[in-house]
C-alpha cells in the first residue's frame, strides 16, 4: 500500500514538470544590435536600445523575455517572433560612456530575481539565459573649445608677437 | 429621504461602472530631440502606464506616422506588443528613425490596443498623445549653425597668410642682413 502511493507520487513529479506552460529557452542562439545615442542635440536624454532575435535549440517559440535594466526588471517587448527589444533611456549624466551588461530571463528567472529582491539581495545569482554587452561610447556634447575661440587666441597671440618685437625695436 | 436614498444608489451604481476590476492604459509619445534635422537621427519615445484595477492582456503597440519613403529606420521596431502589463507598472519603448526629407512633419499618435481582463473578447484600442507639427531642419543650415567649420578656419588663415608673412619676410630678411654686419664688426 505504500510503495504503491509512493510509487504514484513519483510518477507524478516526473510527469510534473511536462505539464507546467515553463517555456524555457535551451541553448540559445542571440544575434543582437546595439543603439546608444551619440549626440546630445539629437536627445535630450541618453537612449539606449537593444534588439535581438533568439533562436533556441528546443524550438520554443512563445519566449516570454525580462531584461535587467540597471537594476531594474522590466518586460523584454517582442517585434516578431524570436525578435525582442529592450529600450532604457536616463539624463546624460547618468550614463556616462563604458560597458552595460544587459541581463535578460526568462518567466523562471525573472520569479527568481524578484524572490531575491523581495529578500533584500540584488538578485545577481540568478544566471541569466544570456546577456548582451552594450558598449557606450558617451554622448556627445559638442567641442571642448569653439573653433571661433581658438582662431581669435591665435590671432591675439600673433598681434602680440608682432608688437613685442615692434617695442623691442623701438626701444 | 426617499429621493435621497434613491439619489444614493444612482450615484453608487454610476460608480461601481468604472471600477469594474479592469485594466486601463495611458500612453504617451514624444521626440526627445532638439532639434530634429535632415539625416541625423530622431529618438521617439512611448510609456505606457496601466492605471486600471487590473493586468492589461496582448498588449500592442503600433505607429503608422512614419512613412517609410520619409523616414529611415534606424534601430527600434514600430510594431511591437507586451504579453502582460501589471496594475501599475509602466513600460517605455524607444524607436530610432532618420529623417530623409526636411521640411514641415506632422507627428500624430500612435495606436494601443489591449485586453482590459483576461477574459474580455473585446480589444481595447486607444491612441498615445501626439507630439504635433515640427520643422525638419535642412542638414547644410544645420552645419551651417553648429558645425566647427574647422575648414573655413583653415581657409581663413591661409587667406591673411600674404598680408601678414610679407612684412614679416622683408623686416626678417633686413634683420638677419643687420645682424650678419654686426657681427662682421
Known sequence: MATSTKILALAVLAVLPLLMNAST??????????YTTSEASMSISTVFVVEVAVKCNNGEKDLLLFADVNGHMVPATQSGTGKFQVSW???????PAGTYGVRFFDEEGYNAVRKEKRSGTDGSTVTPIFTVNVKHSGTWTGPYVQTEFVATCVALLVWYMA?????FLMS | MKSLFLLVVAFVAVRSDNDDNAARLLASKSILNQFIVEGKELTVEYSIYNVGSSQAYNVELSDSSFPEEDFQRVSGSLNVKWDRLAVGANVS???ILKPLRPGYANFTAAQVKYYPTEESQAVQVGYTTAPGEAGIVGLKDYERRFSPHIVDWATFAIMTLPSIGFPFLLWYRSKSKYDVKHKKN
Not at chain 1, 529557452?25 to 546595439?34: A, K, L
Not at chain 1, 533611456?89 to 550614463?95: A, F, M, V
Open chain 1, 25 to 34: 529557452c535551451i541553448g540559445p542562439q542571440v544575434t543582437s544590435n546595439v
Open chain 1, 89 to 95: 533611456s536616463d539624463e546624460h549624466k547618468k550614463l
Open chain 1, 163 to 167: 608688437y613685442r618685437s615692434k617695442s
Open chain 2, 93 to 95: 519603448h524607444a524607436v
